[in-house]
């Protein structure tokens, strides 16, 4: 029977296979698409895709990985409840003058 530690040490290695498995396998795919395309002439309009829909897509993936959190700008002094001043103003400062609500 294997410890814990033995069992750790084998997926870890099992971990690092697959990535490397999985690395050599999408390469290879993307060759064979690559010259599958080559051959038969194959646009990006033909596949359904355009260069703007890929920047679009690169675009939006990108933004999506980078969000960051927002610090907050404004606290609600009864409640403590802050707010970034970004979005839907939260009810407890809609119509006030926001500069005495400032941290």
Do not use: H
């Amino acid at each position: 029977m294997s410890s814990y530690e033995e069992l750790l040490a084998q997926q870890a290695k099992l971990e690092k296979q697959i990535e490397e498995a999985k690395a050599r396998e999408c390469a290879a795919v993307i060759d064979e698409i690559k010259k599958k395309i080559a051959i038969f002439g194959i646009t990006l309009d033909e596949l359904g895709l355009s260069k703007r829909e890929l920047n679009l897509r690169k675009s939006k993936m990108d933004k999506q990985r980078v969000r960051m959190p927002v610090a907050p700008k404004y606290r609600d002094p009864n409640t403590g409840v802050t707010w970034s001043g970004r979005g839907k103003p939260p009810k407890w400062i809609v119509g006030k003058d926001r500069a005495s609500f400032l941290i």
